[in-house]
Nanobody, 127 residues
Framework: EVQLVESGGGLVQAGGSLRLSCAAS????????MGWFLQAPGKERERISC????????YYADSLKDRFTISSDENKNTVYLQMSNLKPEDTAVYYC????????????????????WGNGTLVTVSS
């Protein structure tokens, strides 16, 4: 059974940091790229960042690249999202997703092209 389980969300004050984790199981982690997406209240899901688990290449949305860092640990089948200098507008449910092969869909922000999704973890940033 394929599972993507996010953790690390919670309530943080503006300017604070959080590290989200996404533990993957049930598929060959090395054969997939991973992405982080967020969905703010009343808005569409949008792509934050993508990473290739094979060559560690990454992609970031321009608006977030200075504050967010994606990484992966193949030994733990886990992908991380380090978030710093958080702002109230970062409040959202954060999802990780897996895409077979290169992160083509993730790169385009095409969430429909991702193969597997986690259930999300809520991040709330207070002002």
């Amino acid at each position: 059974e394929v599972q993507l389980v996010e953790s690390g969300g919670g309530l943080v004050q503006a300017g604070g940091s959080l590290r989200l984790s996404c533990a993957a199981s049930g598929f060959s982690f090395d054969d997939y790229s991973m992405g982080w997406f967020l969905q703010a209240p009343g808005k569409e899901r949008e792509r934050i960042s993508c990473i290739s688990t094979s060559d560690e290449s990454t992609y970031y949305a321009d608006s977030l690249k200075d504050r967010f860092t994606i990484s992966s640990d193949e030994n733990k089948n886990t992908v991380y999202l380090q978030m710093s200098n958080l702002k109230p507008e970062d409040t959202a449910v954060y999802y990780c997703a897996a895409e077979r092969g290169f992160y083509s869909s993730c790169l385009m922000g095409a969430s429909y092209g991702m193969n597997y999704w986690g259930n999300g973890t809520l991040v709330t940033v207070s002002s």
